[in-house]
Nanobody, 125 residues
Framework: VQVVESGGGLVQAGGSLRLSCAAS????????MGWVRQAPGKDREFVAA????????YYADSVKGRFTISRDNAKNTVYLQMNSLKPEDTAVYYC???????????????????WGQGTQVTVSS
């Protein structure tokens, strides 16, 4: 299973970015997906998750109302739309997925089995 993120960059506070994550090597639509971030000197933190069907989503309180996770199964891609960005959103953002098919939502970092290499998001004040 390969997971590849893209779309990170530098943005001013209040701005927006959209991250993309392409997963390959198996039937994408059968697996839950999620985003996790890691700020310098901190542990990895859950950000958002989407179930295998795409009908369920879950967000960390810190991003609720600002970030939106979605998936396009035809493109084997999951997205993270980030609006109203804050300096505290600065981190490396990782896309991750499950090894077990058709599970609803993975809301703990330890539940994810396959990870991308990460993409840097920097929000300037």
């Amino acid at each position: 299973v390969q997971v590849v993120e893209s779309g990170g960059g530098l943005v001013q506070a209040g701005g927006s970015l959209r991250l993309s994550c392409a997963a390959s090597g198996r039937t994408f639509r059968r697996y839950a997906m999620g985003w996790v971030r890691q700020a310098p000197g901190k542990d990895r933190e859950f950000v958002a998750a989407i179930g295998w069907s795409g009908n369920t989503t879950y967000y960390a309180d810190s991003v609720k109302g600002r970030f939106t996770i979605s998936r396009d199964n035809a493109k084997n891609t999951v997205y993270l739309q980030m609006n109203s960005l804050k300096p505290e959103d600065t981190a490396v953002y990782y896309c991750a997925t499950d090894r077990v098919s058709r599970r609803a939502l993975l809301v703990a970092v330890r539940e994810y089995d396959y990870w991308g290499q990460g993409t840097q998001v920097t929000v300037s004040s």
